[in-house]
């Protein structure tokens, strides 16, 4: 028999017990924002077992065939929109799944991010944007080298500009004393989020 949640999600059986919709807390930033820092601050503090998802772990695991985009035998922009199209669609498998997520994910477009909210309705979604000045976003892509110089400037211009969040962070605080700030609002936070508030919007 399925149960549904109060939040509308379906719940399934588990050897008996139901099994809770995960939640997710949704970081947006510029590449080189300090994402994954806080990301993996607020993994080793918060009070369950969160996974830490991001389309970097793809590319750093060997997941896509990237020594062959380089050599030119495919072309990476033939596989984007279907790579991203499934790793959104992984997240909400996740959760659905009950497992708790904090996820990395730069909003390149308004209309990905509408896409992402109509995918992850129904889910506890808590939105984080993480803010950090031109200048410093390009002093730390020089420094890390492993970044298209010229990304994170594209990304200062444009990702924040349609996004309404739940908690917005200076990325160039101590990662530390970030994740005690946004675990503290999550632990107040309101449900829906305002990151349900995309899903309805054209």
Avoid at 27 to 45: E, P
Avoid at 110 to 139: C, K, M, N, S, Y
Avoid at 170 to 182: R, V
Wanted: hydrophobic share 40%; aromatic share 10%; proline share 5%.
């Amino acid at each position: 028999m399925k149960h549904k949640s109060p939040v509308g999600t379906t719940l399934k059986p588990r050897d008996g017990d139901i099994v809770l919709p995960g939640r997710i807390i949704l970081l947006n930033g510029a590449s080189s924002s300090g994402k994954s820092a806080i990301a993996r601050a607020v993994q080793a503090r918060i009070e369950a077992p969160f996974w830490h998802v991001s389309i970097d772990h793809l590319r750093d695991s060997g997941v896509l065939p990237l020594a062959r985009v380089r050599d030119g035998t495919f072309r990476w922009r033939d596989m984007r929109e279907a790579f991203f199209d499934g790793f959104e669609r992984s997240l909400a498998a996740y959760a659905e799944a009950g497992n708790d997520l904090i996820v990395e994910h730069i909003q390149e477009s308004e209309a990905w991010t509408r896409r992402l909210a109509r995918r992850l309705i129904g889910f506890d979604v808590f939105f984080v944007g993480v803010h950090v000045p031109l200048a410093e976003l390009e002093r730390r892509e020089r420094a890390r080298g492993d970044r298209p110089i010229g990304d994170a400037a594209r990304d200062f211009h444009t990702i924040h500009r349609w996004c309404r969040y739940d908690l917005e962070l200076d990325g160039t605080a101590p990662p530390e004393a970030n994740a005690e700030t946004l675990l503290a609002a999550w632990r107040e936070r309101r449900r829906p989020g305002a990151f349900a508030g995309f899903a309805w919007t054209r």
